[in-house]
């Protein structure tokens, strides 16, 4: 089983769990590598993202652990990335800034064009989030922007992705099909000919981007969702396009930090992949499986 994970969230961001709590957790189940991942900064208030002003005491904390804990595990500082089209902060800049050691990129709140704000105090009330524990949020949402227009709302979600990976430097991308989650299956469909040629667009900028793929288990151990992000047909079609893949928890406590990971590479097996990757001595290496 895989044994190592790069998407971790700590208090800083959204997560529970304190960065030491973290790695000793992942230290004593024996993991090689542990990446700590938290939500990237944002220009207006929330509740899920690290705090600015909190950065260089973040990545100083996770060198502190990192130089501790040298001969047990391997410690990264990265954050995930949020793209939200005129909003978010350019990633290389951010990278640089930070003096990060890899990006993941995802798609979290998501800005109709119609309305598309970019500043002031309606910013954070002109976006979609489609994340989070409750559903409820997500229906609001598609109701208020989209007029409950599923397709487009699912068609926004996909072209800002598709723009985040156009125009962004980034090494991840994380659950690209999260769109799914709160969905539970009452608006569409994944089999349905339109939402299957908007996800493979996407699967196909990944490839041409030569980023990785992640398959996220939140879904399953949360219970927010039955499966993986991304689904087992999306994972077939990225092998078959050569897209390399890795296993992340996206861990908000120290006791998720491989839950479903054993699941995870079945799953993996099941549609022609023999590897996954992780990240050593600074670069992306594959580990292949047992």
């Known amino acids: 089983m895989?044994?190592?994970?790069?998407?971790?969230?700590?208090?800083?961001?959204?997560?529970k769990s304190q960065p030491r709590e973290i790695v000793e957790e992942a230290a004593r189940q024996g993991l090689t590598t542990l990446g700590f991942s938290e939500h990237s900064p944002l220009p207006f208030d929330n509740n899920f993202s690290v705090k600015a002003a909190d950065m260089p005491r973040y990545v100083e904390e996770i060198a502190q652990l990192k130089a501790e804990f040298k001969d047990k595990i391997d410690l990264y500082c990265a954050l995930e990335a949020d793209y939200i089209t005129g909003v978010s902060e350019t990633f290389a800049v951010t990278r640089e800034k930070y003096h990060l050691d890899y990006l993941i990129g995802g798609v979290h709140l998501v800005i109709d064009k119609v309305h598309e704000p970019v500043e002031g105090p309606t910013l954070a009330e002109n976006i979609w989030?489609?994340?989070?524990?409750?559903?409820?949020?997500?229906?609001?949402?598609?109701?208020?922007?989209?007029?409950?227009?599923?397709?487009?709302?699912?068609?926004?979600?996909?072209?800002?992705?598709n723009e985040m990976i156009e125009?962004?430097?980034?090494?991840?991308?994380?659950?690209?099909?999260?769109?799914?989650?709160?969905?539970?299956?009452?608006?569409?469909?994944?089999?349905?000919?339109?939402?299957?040629?908007l996800a493979l667009e996407t699967l196909d900028l990944i490839r041409e981007k030569g980023l990785i793929m992640e398959i996220n288990t939140r879904g399953i151990y949360k219970k927010r969702y039955n499966g993986f992000y991304p689904s087992p047909w999306l994972m077939e079609e990225a092998c078959k396009m050569g897209i390399p893949a890795i296993i992340s928890a996206d861990a908000h406590h120290f006791s998720e930090i491989t839950l479903e990971f054993a699941a995870a590479e079945e799953a993996l097996k099941r549609a022609g992949y023999r590897s996954v990757i992780n990240f050593k001595d600074g670069r992306w290496v594959e580990a292949a499986f047992s």
């Open 2 to 15: 895989q044994n190592f994970n790069l998407h971790t969230h700590s208090v800083y961001s959204d997560g």
């Open 129 to 161: 989030f489609i994340d989070g524990p409750k559903w409820e949020v997500y229906d609001e949402g598609l109701q208020r922007l989209f007029d409950g227009d599923i397709r487009r709302a699912v068609r926004r979600f996909y072209e800002q992705s």
């Open 167 to 197: 125009n962004e430097q980034f090494d991840i991308i994380a659950h690209f099909d999260k769109i799914k989650m709160h969905n539970r299956e009452r608006y569409f469909h994944e089999d349905e000919p339109w939402y299957r040629a």
